[in-house]
């Protein structure tokens, strides 16, 4: 019987290993292995993937969020709305920034944010709104800005897993004041370690990026304002700029896959037990970086399937609120309900630019019968 991997990024990588090592062997000849010509070239290359004016290689996501926080001046005192259902990092960024962190629950058909639940928790001390694209998926953007407008209050993306996602057309990392995102191995666009980006709208935020990156200077002994090091290395950026090529037709890959997946389960007999799927907000495309489904029995299902060759994932078991990490941010257990039960009933099928739709067929037809057999075991 054939197995199937959640993610294959051996197989992925191999495809480009020419590539790379050519794009990586420059590096070691020019030396510069900080602030090197490929950094610059892949923040313009990126901004132009993302259809904005500027963008600023990162360390990873989480800097580049927390960058973006401080450079929009949330600090001590402050309060950032955030979704509860999605990686720590989300919540660790807002803390880095001295700034409160405000969870609020999901839809439950979306799992993104729930507008309703955002606007009740804006409060005078609200300073930013993070949204979360998670698993690809652009969050009803327009429901969100009405909110956040009528208060004023800045918009930023996670688009940490939504790398060539697009809301009424318009791609990810554009859609509010700056995003976040993680080029993580195994996101959509991975590096050989970690990196990341963060985009801007504005030419003064995407300025003060760029020098709080790079400890805040302008010239090499000259520091205007406060900064760290958050720069992404000329390596990763060389390894990005080979992966950036092939990105769009990776995307594609795994948006077939994941419209043969949502085909089958929508059909019978996976309604029946029931099979739960991530609906898209209205205009949202996602961009797939994880194809997700609900079940009731969720242990039971992942261990049949683990016995059946498929490999899966939970994004994730528990939710912000919840972490020990966030205890003194959280009403905890009972506060997010649609969040708390998503947690429980999730799994995350693979998903991986080399898998075909007929893999989909395969993978779905060894899940019909894991839920066949725990459905017989719980009755
Ligand atoms: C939604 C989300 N936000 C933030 C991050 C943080 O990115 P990084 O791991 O590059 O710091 C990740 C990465 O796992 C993520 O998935």
């Known amino acids: 019987?054939?197995?199937?991997?959640?993610?294959?990024?051996?197989?992925?990588?191999?495809?480009?290993?020419?590539?790379?090592?050519?794009?990586?062997?420059?590096?070691?000849?020019?030396?510069?292995?900080?602030?090197?010509?490929?950094?610059r070239q892949f923040d313009r290359e990126w901004a132009a993937f993302c259809q904005v004016p500027e963008a600023v290689g990162c360390a990873?996501?989480?800097?580049?969020?927390?960058?973006?926080?401080?450079?929009?001046?949330?600090?001590?005192?402050?309060?950032?709305?955030?979704?509860s259902h999605t990686f720590v990092a989300s919540a660790?960024?807002?803390?880095?920034?001295?700034?409160?962190?405000?969870?609020?629950?999901?839809?439950?058909?979306?799992?993104?944010?729930?507008?309703?639940?955002?606007?009740?928790?804006?409060?005078?001390?609200?300073?930013?709104?993070?949204?979360?694209?998670?698993?690809?998926?652009?969050?009803?953007f327009d429901a969100v800005s009405e909110a956040a407008a009528t208060n004023g209050i800045p918009v930023v993306e996670d688009a940490c897993q939504a790398h060539g996602a697009t809301y009424k057309g318009r791609p990810t990392g554009g859609l509010g004041a700056g995003a976040a995102f993680s080029f993580f191995p195994g996101k959509n666009l991975g590096a050989f370690g970690d990196a990341g980006a963060v985009t801007a709208t504005d030419a003064d935020l995407a300025g003060r990026l760029r020098r709080y990156v790079d400890h805040g200077r302008t010239e090499k002994y000259t520091h205007i304002e406060m900064g760290t090091n958050y720069r992404l290395d000329t390596l990763q950026a060389a390894v990005l700029l080979v992966k950036l090529r092939h990105l769009r037709e990776w995307t594609r890959r795994r948006q077939e896959l994941a419209a043969r997946y949502e085909e089958i389960l929508s059909a019978e007999p996976f309604p029946s037990f029931p099979v739960r799927l991530q609906k898209a907000p209205e205009g949202s495309v996602s961009a797939r970086h994880l194809y997700v489904i609900r079940v009731a029995n969720r242990d039971a299902v992942i261990e049949g399937l683990r016995e059946e060759g498929v490999?899966?994932?939970?994004?994730?078991?528990?939710?912000?609120?919840?972490?020990?990490?966030?205890?003194?941010?959280?009403?905890?257990?009972?506060?997010?309900?649609?969040?708390?039960?998503?947690?429980?009933?999730?799994?995350?099928?693979?998903?991986?630019?080399?898998?075909?739709?007929?893999?989909?067929?395969?993978i779905c037809s060894r899940l019909r019968r894991v839920l066949e057999k725990t459905a017989a075991v719980a009755s």
Do not use: W
């Open 1 to 39: 019987m054939s197995s199937f991997p959640f993610l294959n990024l051996k197989e992925l990588n191999r495809s480009l290993d020419g590539e790379i090592r050519a794009a990586m062997n420059a590096v070691l000849a020019h030396g510069q292995f900080v602030n090197g010509p490929e950094v």
């Open 60 to 83: 990873n996501g989480t800097a580049a969020m927390h960058a973006l926080l401080e450079c929009l001046g949330v600090g001590p005192g402050d309060e950032v709305i955030v979704p």
């Open 92 to 140: 660790e960024s807002i803390r880095l920034s001295g700034a409160k962190p405000v969870f609020v629950d999901i839809d439950p058909d979306t799992m993104l944010v729930d507008a309703a639940s955002l606007r009740e928790s804006i409060t005078p001390r609200t300073r930013a709104i993070s949204v979360v694209h998670l698993y690809g998926m652009p969050v009803d």
């Open 311 to 362: 490999r899966t994932g939970i994004h994730y078991p528990i939710p912000c609120h919840l972490q020990p990490s966030m205890q003194d941010y959280t009403e905890g257990e009972g506060s997010l309900p649609h969040t708390e039960q998503a947690a429980r009933e999730i799994i995350s099928l693979p998903m991986c630019p080399t898998l075909r739709p007929e893999d989909a067929e395969e």
